[in-house]
């Protein structure tokens, strides 16, 4: 078995490792897309599965029920990621790090919510919750674990809340998911020796929650999105430059087991002007495991007669954030909030490819009501990113490492993402309150 043949095995194993990661959750835990809800990226998410916004739904539907009428919110998130790969002792200096590999994306949302009767409300949610852009360049140091990146998703959720009573409410709903991506990636440290792989799927989940209302000032809200096991099915091609022709590909398939996350959330209204607001959200990754990757056959897909395995050995993800908001005038409310996010990556696992870390957020946002129905929303986030070591060496213990295609990496990847958010709010046909009675003696 040649040299070649390996490190074709080793390359499309973490390229298609990449693909599967990026379909689950790129600037939460791993590679998730938080983003959903300007509203709520304006205190860093706080108290988000409580309520507040229409878009609260993405993590808990039974939100929909504190919005009488009917509603429409349609949001975009402007994403500039930056992320710099820096070489160490160990590994091709020759080829030197890379500057910024972190491309800008627009990341949309939009969710619809009608009060069907008094206490039953339906709803709908497009989202794209997966997702990553990156451009490496064709020979860096690291280019045989990590080169030029695409994924997209597309999420649709349709709900159905009910209001049970004053204090309490419950909602669930479906996720009906598809993803798309283009990866180039390199092996080993030749220029125009590449790996190309395109891939699509879907995947089918739940989403649950409940809001209690325990009094008028406080409410706390439970939410679950289930996990999905992402089916892909693709193509892998190699280009061995100069050796092996155009076109040479084989067909995959695989299911990814991606995690559940469970959203709390609180908010009390401390005054007529000011509201606090607290989350902590779990996300189960450590499902993820190892993956294998099968053939049309059913047997493993394989390269040089090798079976293609996937070491992404995850943990759970967590996130916690506190923020507040204040009133104002009439019209004009300012929020802001602050975030710490431990990242379900670590140093045993990490590749340039997911080269993520432990994150803080900061972020400032604001809603403006135009005239009676229709508002904006405006947020903007800060975040470090802690620097991440990589080590991929024969005595690291990093799964991504193979000892029969002896290819080292060792360095530090520097990043921090800045979020651009604008929403659009509509919201019409709400009951008008019933008249207070005229008491009289």
Partial sequence: MSIRGLAGLLRAGSALGFLIIASAQANAGGIALREQSVYGQGTSFAGVAAG???????????????FPGKGLEVGSSALFPFSKNTPTAGTLLVLGGTSDTGLDALVPNAYFTYQFSPNLWLGMAVNSPFGLSTGFPELWAGRNYGASSSLKTYNATPSVAWRINDWLSVGAGAQIQFARTHLKFGFQPIFGSDIFL??????????????????????????????????????????????????????????????????LGIRHRMSERWTLMGTAEWSNWSRIGTLNLSSPSGGPATIAGLPITLPIQWKDGWFFSGGAEYQWTERLAVRAGVGYEISPVTDQVRIPLLADNDRIWASVGATWQVWKGFSFDLAYTHIWIKDAPIDITATSGNPWFRPAVPIAYTGNADGHVDILSLALVFRWGAPEPAPRPIITK
């Fill in 52 to 66: 507040g916004a229409l878009s609260s739904m993405f993590w808990n539907p039974a939100t929909m029920t504190q």
């Fill in 198 to 263: 395109d891939g699509d799927g879907w995947s089918f989940g739940a989403t649950a929650g409940v809001t209690i209302t325990p009094t008028p000032y406080t409410s706390i809200g439970l939410g679950w999105r289930s996990r999905l096991n992402q089916d892909i099915d693709g193509t892998v091609a190699v280009v061995a430059f100069p050796t092996t022709p155009p076109g040479t590909s084989s067909a995959f398939s695989t299911t990814a087991n991606l995690p559940d996350t469970v959203s």
